[in-house]
């Protein structure tokens, strides 16, 4: 079946520039992640949705970092006035169930501000 | 705070070599322990979990028990191939903290 999908697979923009990123999970998978995975900081946690509850945000870096999730489906995370040390790959995963269970990884979007 | 440690990479092998990789995890309660695989340009593939004490994950020959009493999760390999070569992550889950603590990862390469 389907897994995980990211797009646009890469982005580059200037600094100062606003950016869309897309995750569309697995169906039917009630929780989705964001994470940053950089050279100098690994693999960092962003952003949790779950169902209908309100998200966890506790990993967001800046008040310029924000993210939606519309239907309980795909989900935008969205970065005003990108500044260099954004970029990073910013990969999405989604799990059914409870944390026993793993996250699906999609493939990630590699940002790149000049 | 939750924490997972991996040894430092690159950990460079022959073809048909043994491997292990070490992780150990600081956490409250009883987390659900992972390996992650990540290839070149892709994103991090599942290959094994545990969800208690004595519980072994095992996949494509690799296998890691997961020891509460040493708070350990050591991955290995009886015999690597060239197609091994990735990333590796350890990660835990646990209730309350939703979202993966991974460690730094471990670059494995392997030589023909």
């Known amino acids: 079946g389907a897994g995980v999908s990211q797009s646009p697979s890469n982005k580059v923009t200037e600094k100062g520039k606003d950016v869309e990123l897309r995750c569309d999970p697995i169906s039917g998978h009630t929780a989705l992640y964001w994470y940053r995975q950089s050279l100098g900081q690994g693999l960092e946690f962003l952003i949790y949705f779950q169902g209908n509850s309100a998200p966890d945000k506790s990993g967001l870096p800046s008040d310029r970092f924000s993210a939606e999730r519309t239907g309980g489906s795909v989900s935008t995370l969205t970065i005003q006035r990108t500044q260099q040390e954004d970029s990073a790959v910013y990969l999405c995963a989604s799990r059914q169930g409870d944390s026993n269970q793993p996250q699906h990884f999609g493939d990630g979007t590699r940002l790149s501000i000049l | 705070g939750d924490s997972v440690t991996q040894m430092e990479g690159p950990v460079t092998l022959s073809e048909e070599a043994f491997l292990t990789i070490n992780c150990t995890y600081t956490a409250t309660g009883y987390p659900s322990l992972f390996w992650y695989v990540q290839y070149p340009g892709e994103g991090l593939q599942l290959l094994l979990k545990?969800?208690?004490?004595?519980d072994k994950g095992s996949n494509k020959g690799f296998e890691a028990t997961y020891r509460k009493e040493t708070t350990s999760f050591h991955l290995e390999k009886g015999s690597v191939q060239v197609s091994d070569s990735a990333v590796y992550f350890c990660?835990?889950?646990?209730?309350?903290?939703?979202?993966?603590?991974f460690g730094s990862g471990t670059r494995l390469q392997v030589q023909p």
């Open positions: 990660a835990l889950s646990r209730e309350g903290r939703r979202a993966l603590t």
């Open positions: 545990a969800t208690k004490a004595d």
